[in-house]
């Protein structure tokens, strides 16, 4: 089982991945946004967007769960991470996130953002919970 799953089922959301990858023969300097375009579409409505970015804000766990949470209280029917490319997140997707958040200034294969990110929300829920996984 990957982390992915493991976090996944153990979490009190329900967690979905979905793969997409710029449609038809795209040339190479249109990529990055092609591939937001294809993300932006499969955000569901009446998602918070989070865009994942190295520029973006870097915030501590206790700090997402609170956004997590408050996203909730006023009424978002899920929550979006987009996690972008090789060469990493196109403007669009960017500009249109309600919030850009960094996991840190290194680079990460996807892979492991994946479960970084997978990890952070099942936090997130046991911190909203007030279960003792996070030992703050």
Same mark, same amino acid.
């Given at each position: 089982?990957?982390?992915?799953?493991?976090?996944?089922?153990?979490?009190?959301?329900?967690?979905?991945?979905?793969?997409?990858?710029?449609?038809?023969?795209? *040339?190479?300097?249109?990529?990055?946004?092609?591939?937001? +375009?294809? /993300?932006? #579409? @499969?955000?569901?409505?009446? %998602?918070? !967007? =989070?865009?994942?970015?190295?520029?973006?804000?870097?915030?501590?766990?206790?700090?997402?769960?609170?956004?997590?949470?408050?996203?909730?209280?006023?009424?978002? *029917?899920?929550?979006?991470?987009?996690?972008?490319?090789? +060469?990493? /997140?196109? #403007? @669009?997707?960017?500009?249109? %996130?309600? !919030? =850009?958040?960094?996991?840190?200034?290194?680079?990460?294969?996807?892979?492991?953002?994946?479960?970084?990110?997978?990890?952070?929300?099942?936090?997130?829920?046991?911190?909203?919970?007030?279960?003792?996984?996070?030992?703050?």
């Amino acid at each position: 089982m990957s982390l992915v799953e493991d976090y996944s089922r153990r979490c009190a959301w329900v967690m979905r991945v979905r793969e997409v990858s710029a449609k038809g023969a795209v *040339r190479p300097e249109r990529q990055v946004e092609a591939e937001a +375009d294809e /993300l932006l #579409a @499969a955000v569901p409505p009446g %998602a918070a !967007l =989070v865009a994942l970015d190295e520029r973006g804000r870097d915030l501590t766990s206790e700090a997402l769960a609170g956004q997590l949470g408050r996203w909730r209280d006023e009424g978002a *029917r899920a929550a979006a991470f987009l996690i972008g490319g090789p +060469d990493g /997140l196109g #403007a @669009a997707a960017r500009e249109r %996130a309600t !919030l =850009v958040l960094s996991l840190g200034r290194m680079t990460w294969p996807h892979m492991l953002v994946r479960a970084m990110l997978a990890e952070q929300l099942y936090r997130a829920t046991t911190i909203l919970a007030g279960h003792p996984y996070h030992r703050a």
